[in-house]
């Protein structure tokens, strides 16, 4: 018993994932996807958006898009209609959806997508 009780004695701590250490950990490379957590069969990823992106699509998958800082478009081809986002806003592209992110300003956003839609920039 004395085991048993020792591991119901362990606590377990959950990390805490500082947004602000993520965003250093980017280091300035945009398109440059980072896996902030994973949940599931889904991960959470950041980047930075600065410039333009190319034109692609995912077949399989929705693509979600959350700004953290900054401001950014996506562009899609119709019949869908450019879209801007900024700080506290998100947009989900639907799969197929053929689109391309582009920024002025550093903006730094997280992506919800399939762990295995390994996303880099090119």
Request: proline letters at 7%; glycine letters at 8%; hydrophobic letters at 35%.
């Amino acid at each position: 018993m004395g085991v048993i009780k020792n591991l119901m004695d362990h606590k377990i701590t959950i990390p805490v994932i500082k947004i602000k250490g993520k965003i250093k950990e980017i280091d300035g490379r945009p398109y440059y996807p980072i896996d902030v957590a994973k949940v599931n069969d889904q991960v959470v990823r950041m980047a930075l958006v600065k410039g333009d992106y190319h034109w692609h699509q995912h077949p399989n998958e929705d693509e979600l898009f959350y700004v953290i800082r900054g401001r950014m478009t996506i562009q899609m081809k119709p019949p869908y209609s450019k879209i801007t986002l900024g700080p506290g806003e998100m947009a989900v592209i639907p799969k197929g959806v053929e689109h391309y992110s582009a920024s002025k300003e550093d903006t730094y956003i997280l992506m919800f997508e399939p762990y295995a839609l390994q996303s880099k920039g090119d």
